[in-house]
């Protein structure tokens, strides 16, 4: 927030504040956000908060690929009809958003709850790779595609993972073609995308 914006109640500076909070809302749109807010109706300021509070107590994660899912294991692990030789391995959660809205991919998933990244302090332990092996030891899998993004963080931890999973004879593929480097999974258009997992190479 610059030093010359003068708050005009506790309240609205507050919302404001907690608005910017949010990932891509800078202190412009906060402001944009809070003063609709306020012109709202009661209901719907109120089915907005209500959303969100719900999201949070329904919602937790799948035992099996750590998916969020209001049922444990989630719909994808549940559900007879994917091939469950394949497991596509994501960072984020809403990276299986993007892969499943391309329709092209029938395998199951693993979220790993982050990268591999040293300058942040994110270390192997600090993300799912040990529930990705106990799965890739007990399950019979012929292949593992990484899908984490293709920044730095991202390619260390598909290496890290290639070196981990190669020696069980399972086949590791690489979700890139098509991705420039530094993209996020979430914000690749439906077509590069298909073309990624078409694409995938041995890794
Ligand atoms: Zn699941």
Known sequence: MNQTYIPTSEAISRLIQELNKLPGIGPKSAQRLAYYLLRATEE????????ILSVKQKISLCSICFNVTESDPCLICRSDRRDTAKICIVEPPQDILALEHTRIYNGLYHVLHGAISPT?????????????????EDSRVDEVILAT????????????????????GIKVTRLAQGLPFGTE????DDVTLTRAIEGRQEF
């Open 44 to 51: 719907q300021t109120r089915l907005l908060a209500e959303t």
């Open 120 to 136: 942040e302090g994110i270390g192997t332990e600090d993300i799912r790779i040990k529930e990705l092996m106990k799965r890739l």
């Open 149 to 168: 993004n293709t920044n730095l963080e991202g390619e260390q931890t598909a290496m890290y993972l290639k070196k981990l999973i190669s020696p069980l």
């Open 185 to 188: 999974l979430e914000y690749a």
